[in-house]
């Protein structure tokens, strides 16, 4: 039962660890293109490039502040990772 349990752990580490690092881009992501949705609707402009260039602001922004953090935990999984396979191949 043992050789079941390790492999689902780790892939619900894996995709925890993936939830963490993506929502700080999306979320950060998602609320600029609803602001910048709201105000196209409110002002009737349509241009392609008006939401596109926050959105890529914000993005910039968002990997500048959080990306060590990022990082750091990518970095912790993948010494996890590693530190499994060296238990599992004994």
């Known amino acids: 039962m043992d050789d079941i349990t390790a492999p689902l752990a780790l892939a619900d580490q ?14 950060a992501s998602l609320a600029v293109g609803l602001v910048v949705g709201v105000i196209q609707a409110a002002t009737s402009v349509n241009e392609q490039t008006l939401t596109f260039v926050p959105k890529l602001a914000i993005t910039a922004l968002v990997l500048v502040i959080m990306g060590g953090s990022m990082m750091a935990l990518v970095g912790d999984f993948t010494q996890d990772v590693f530190a499994q396979i060296a238990t599992i191949s004994k």
């Open 14 to 27: 894996m995709l925890w660890t993936t939830a963490l690092v993506a929502a700080p881009i999306l979320l």
